[in-house]
């Protein structure tokens, strides 16, 4: 299993851009990476996956470096209730979902 | 609504003695898992089951059992539970398992176990 790295913690300013790192320097070529978070013990909500090509929807931008070994999450506008646990995962052949320690955002006012 | 339901979302019993935490989605998913989350040991992976009559053990499955009869049902049985089972539980659905980048996961809303 490819493993991922995230800082511990970060902070954001209410309606500035949140940018979270992810370093997963041993991902596979055919391993997606995903995103999820975890507000306070709700369960894990699913933001984006990505395996090459940079993605974005309603929630957030996944940026996926070229060769691959990095990616960032970009939240465009946060916001109070953007604050939570954001995991990054590079998910193996099974559906398997292994959960690191993630990174706890806190957006402030 | 499409989600992942499971009951009760709070319970304390006593060492030993036997429970079941259900677990129920309406999308039609064919994966199912359960996961336990402790403070400093992230989400971790109990059992899962591919599909009806196909479970498997995850990374953490003693002391738990599970069965999966019907396509939209996964429940979690602790048979004598423990006070080291004191945890939360999650239980997720997506719509396949097995392989593909593109199968995303679904969670319930937990369930908060206190064994004492």
């Known amino acids: 299993d490819a493993k991922t790295t995230q800082p511990p913690s970060m902070d954001c300013a209410e309606g500035r851009a949140a940018n979270l790192p992810c370093n997963h320097s041993t991902i596979s070529g055919n391993e997606y990476v995903y995103w999820y978070r975890q507000i306070h013990s709700q369960g894990p909500q699913y933001i984006i996956h990505?395996?090459?090509n940079n993605e974005t929807n309603e929630m957030a931008s996944l940026i996926i470096t070229e060769d691959r070994k990095s990616s960032t999450l970009i939240l465009p506008h946060a916001t109070l209730r953007d604050t939570a646990v954001y995991y990054c995962?590079?998910?193996?052949?099974?559906?398997?979902?292994?959960f690191g320690a993630g990174t706890r955002l806190t957006v402030k006012p | 609504e499409a989600q992942v339901t499971q009951n009760p979302r709070y319970l304390i019993t006593v060492t030993g003695k036997k429970l079941t935490v259900t677990c129920s989605q309406n999308m039609n998913h064919e994966y199912m898992s359960w996961y336990r989350q402790d403070p400093g040991l992230g989400l971790r992976q109990i059992y899962y089951?591919?599909?009806?009559?196909?479970?498997d053990k995850g990374d953490v499955p003693e002391g738990y059992k599970v069965s999966r009869k019907e396509k939209r049902n996964f429940p979690l049985i602790l048979e004598s539970p423990s006070p080291n089972q004191t945890s939360l539980y999650f239980c997720?659905?997506?719509?396949?398992?097995?392989?593909?980048?593109?199968?995303?996961?679904?969670f319930g809303p937990g369930t908060r176990l206190t064994v004492l």
């Open positions: 995962i590079v998910r193996p052949n099974n559906n398997d979902m292994r």
């Open positions: 089951s591919m599909n009806v009559e196909v479970t």
């Open positions: 990505g395996l090459k």
């Open positions: 997720a659905s997506s719509l396949r398992g097995g392989g593909g980048g593109t199968d995303t996961q679904y």
